[in-house]
């Protein structure tokens, strides 16, 4: 059902569109026709890749330009047929996207973005110094079908119709499976993502490589309705661009997107070219990119975003009121008294040995040893800098320590990558919360249960059972843009519980609550460990951590100053002088 | 195009894809005219050629329209199309596809100065069967087997075959010797690396020269000191420089100059008009360019002196490119052919292109008005320009010569 029901826009638009496309004799606007599925379908391989992760690509030419090389070089030296040689050219592209993407995805950011650039330009230099500035698809007079040259041009726009279909319905699935969530959650927080049992370069190869492979396949495409091929044509700045440019005109991150852009932004720019630049040449140039300013100013995510989020506002106004009412209703189970068995006397589910990590000279953790009781709560706690977090980040594998271990059930998992840790069964939440706000809350979790979750049906079980824990099940529908950090704070619990972890690693998820929420989002962890998880959480506030935990580790300057029962550690004057300074110590012992 | 079919067009074409149903309609259009494109680039980097292409095109349909029209058909006025076919290969397609589509009644075409966009222009007019000349000089343009391309230059591997022996033989009767040794520095566009390749494969052996120095960068040139470090390490007895930007070609001359080697000490030769663009002088000396000569297709030379004033005196050009006369003589050969054809039908005239052999060429160096199968000009020439007091003027061949060409001497 689901299945029909986002297949059918895509088909009626495709239908609609062949339906115009026949209606027109014109080749000239036939060509146009032919032009935006072919941008269109680019656009999306661009944003399968840059759309989802939120890793810019500035280099799509690279693999559309080896697509259109390799459809019009394979006619012209082994006389094959474009039907072959675009399939070809597919599994050409996804082969230098995979090498292109093993060693640019060391970078991140702004860094990835110009190295993407490179990719490019330096291959338009080596076309260049092949010989091949100028490449023709030569004319088949006898067999034109055969080469795919029509003499009637409708073909090529049902042609080019064809493949976005299929592009559009191959994103649609991703989207919706655990790669396209898997993206997601890279993009949102490369980090989480990892923390919550995702291989994000494993995903991000498959990703660039299914891209590559797109944008070769209608590169080949392209240089059979050309005709012409010269590197700067395919490989050339303008090319990476246009997939850019109509990727974030239409809205990034959607199917619909680049199509929207696509539809807009290639006839308006013929037909500038057409009519304003017949009169002043090269008038052209500016008013479409005056156009495209404007665009991006007024809807900076692109068109699409801007009007689902009008669409939204309108239908959203009229249910407001009972919504608010069910978010109410929908906060957490009461508070019950800890009716816990301290688990402290259990077996041990973590093992830290002589843990050590410096940054240069800093020593941020030095010689930590504890150990981690099943269905316990151990609260970690010291002044700011005492090393926390970052004791953390060497359990869940984002650092390697330069000494020590991590055994995990015995098993020594220091330095191993935080998805390996993560399948081991150890979640954890962040100090700085990244949701990703135009999702629902449930897919926001959903990210977290692909971890243990075979099918994707599992998975959305895992999820609501994992929102139903935390007592955000009423509002789960909602996007996380409209969450109070209470709710999101849950949230994040949720997806760190998606996964099923034995072990738990909370940071810092009281941060930035009042008094009541603190409460509530307490009574959730407690009900976590009752359930059987074992827990272990940074926090500054005392007050809150005293009723929450069975056993304090409290570290100062990276190492370990006492460990004990609250009531004991909360008296020692070690601990008190490294929270309040050695003056206080006297005070305190009044 | 008159007022109706102007605004029609734009109605056309802004109701967009929906209303493209109108587009064939026939036009309403004078009695006795006859319509020519021109399919140049008016728009990006390289709009300066394309309206110097637009000006020959102008001065050439006003002569002929002066001068009677087409006798054949009634006195029937040509009157021009010009479309702007941008700067990418696509856009040049498009343009292709729009002036075929939109302008069933035109009868020739030429166009589009670069190469790359006429093969791509011209992969659409084959199909639409309307003839285009052209000035572009790569071979791959007439090697398709097309039917409807007639290419009026001499192709790039046939420049290089007649200019480098024609060049020896002006250093040998000039100097009183042979150049031996040779250095050549070369951008990595499409034309110097097709002629480099003539050169360094058959015609340095043939002419018994060796080759010393060989450089190429990829435009724009940043820095030229390596390059002529090397050369004037090498002391070559001719110095091969092909630029194909004119901001490559100013830094590399002035540093030729600044290391000493300039105003002949190396006798400069190059391979394109880039050096011998009017825009030159913009950004270099007279005397830095002094002697600097240049292999080209076709150039206003000997005969061409009132149009060369006409030129200087409607646009302020200061002299006759390849771009304008080569634009000039179309418009005389699309009439010649029209002529032939007697009547305003685009296979008529392509065939009388195909059939046509109307003597000796008056704005084309060498060869006759007459295509071979292939559609190239029997028997096409090069022209040979020298720098010479601030101007490029023709030196080779001696009936289009307008100067004597000047050999520098080693001093």
Redesign the interface.
Known sequence: MLRMRSLLPPLLFTLAYAGISLGVTNSYYQLILTLVPVWAVFGLSWNLLSGYTGLISFGHAAFFGIGAYATALGQIYFNISPWLLIPIAAMLGGIAGLLIGFPTFRLQGHYFALAMLAYPLAILYVFEWLGFQEVTLPIKRDAPIAYMQFSDPHIYTLLGLAIMLATIVLTQMIERSRFGMALLAIKQNEAAAEAAGINTLAWKLRAITLSGAIAAAIGGFYAQVLLVVTPQSVFGMLVSAQALTVAMFGGVGTVWGPVIGSVILIPLAEILHAEAGARIPGIQGVIFGIAIVCVILLAPEGLFWKLRDLLRKRTASKAAVSDIAEAAAANVTALKPASRQRGATGEVVLEVKNLSRSFGGLKAVQDVSFKLHKNEILGIIGPNGAGKTTLFNLLNGFLKPSQGEVLIDGRNMSGQRPHVICEAGVGRTFQVMRPFLRMSILDNVVVGAYVRARTDDEARKMAADAVARVGLSAVADRVAGELSTKELRLMELARAIAGQPRILLLDETLAGLGHGEADEVVAVIQQLARDGITIAIIEHTMQAMVRLVDRFLVLDHGAVITEGLPEVVTRDNRVIEAYLGKKWVGHAAN | MDKTAKGLS?RT??S???A??L??VARAQAPGEIKVGLIVP???IY?RPGQVMKMGAEMGIEHINAQGGIKALGGAKLKLV???C?D????A???A??I???EPDLVAATGSYL??FT??VT?VT???ELPVLTLSY?D?LTD???KYIFQTAATASRQSELGLPTLMKLAENASGKKPKTVAMLMD???TS?ATA?ALKEKLFAQEGLQLVVEEVW?PPLSDATPLIQKVRSAKPDLLLFMPNAVSDAKLGLEKISEFGLGQGKIPTVSFSITIAEPDMLQSVSPETVQGIMTIVANWGSKGHEALIAELKAKYKEPWMTQNVISTYGDMWLMKEALEKAGKADRNAVAQAFRTMDAGPSKYYPGGQLKFDEKGRRVDAGVVIVQWQSGAPVTVYPPELAQAQPFWPKKP
């Open positions: 734009r074409v802004l967009g894809a929906a493209v149903g587009a064939g008016l728009s990006g709009t010009v479309i702007d941008g990418t290969t696509e856009k397609k498009n343009a596809q729009r075929v589509a939109q190469s790359s093969l791509a992969e084959e199909r639409a790569s791959l398709r087997g097309f990595n566009t499409a690396v390749k990829t």
